[in-house]
């Protein structure tokens, strides 16, 4: 399987050391795939949405509603994977923009900043959600959140902040607002560069969540499972 990262922003050259950029993070979580890089916050995109078996929609600094020439060529693309039943995963940015492409709305959260370790609660298990989790803990550095969700819709998740934790469109689209590829060592250090934007007590309490365990390792086989069921099915539909 060829999976075209969809690179919405890089990891700023300060903390690269802690683990690389986007680029490296997700071939770690996901390793044995075959990736393509897709540079397209700099313009770089795949001829179609035939280019690649299936997508992941990587987090970014930006606002999907941000009126931005590669945000609104992303955002085509994004319609034109779901219309080819070509696979995809967004992952915070990516999750968003599945939703903002495809008629739904994206908005600055009224809880604000989400930062530091999340419960969320398992709202339905679909088949490829193997190993089974009633709840996970997640990795979260967002305020923004898919607040009106679009046609054909199934949310999976939600978090106490968050009611749109993870979703699918279809049976080709998942979006999850949570960073599995995220290590603690780096959301940590995001938090403390951004104590004036985030705030004092949602910085403290967020840097004192990273004690807690997550389910990234789980988080990670149902990205592949769900990857390998969608490329399952549209391969069947095309014969």
Request: charged share 20%.
């Amino acid at each position: 399987m060829k999976v075209g990262l969809l690179e919405c922003d890089h990891v700023a050259a300060p903390f690269r050391h802690i683990g690389g950029d986007y680029r490296d993070m997700f071939p770690a979580l996901l390793p044995g795939l075959q990736f393509e890089l897709f540079d397209v916050c700099n313009g770089h995109f795949p001829e179609s949405a035939l280019a690649c078996d299936a997508y992941i929609c990587t987090g970014s600094k930006y606002s999907v509603y941000d009126d931005i020439p590669w945000i609104h060529r992303l955002r085509d693309l994004v319609r034109e994977i779901h219309g080819a039943q070509r696979p995809y995963v967004g992952v915070c940015f990516g999750h968003q923009m599945m939703g903002e492409a495809l008629g739904g709305k994206v908005r600055k959260a009224a809880a604000g900043w989400c930062v530091g370790v999340h419960s969320f609660t398992l709202l339905r298990q679909e088949r490829w959600m193997a190993p089974p989790e009633s709840e996970y803990n997640l990795l979260m550095l967002c305020q923004d959140q898919v607040e009106e969700l679009p046609p054909g819709s199934r949310v999976l998740s939600r978090a106490a902040d968050c009611p749109v934790g993870m979703f699918t469109v279809g049976t080709n689209m998942l979006g999850i607002q949570g960073h599995p590829e995220f290590s603690k060592d780096y959301v940590g250090a995001l938090i403390q560069d951004r104590v004036q934007r985030i705030g004092e007590e949602k910085s403290r309490a967020g840097l004192e969540s990273l004690s807690q365990a997550t389910q990234a390792p789980a988080i990670s086989r149902w990205i592949r499972n769900f990857l390998e069921k969608a490329a399952g099915e549209a391969g069947a539909g095309r014969r």
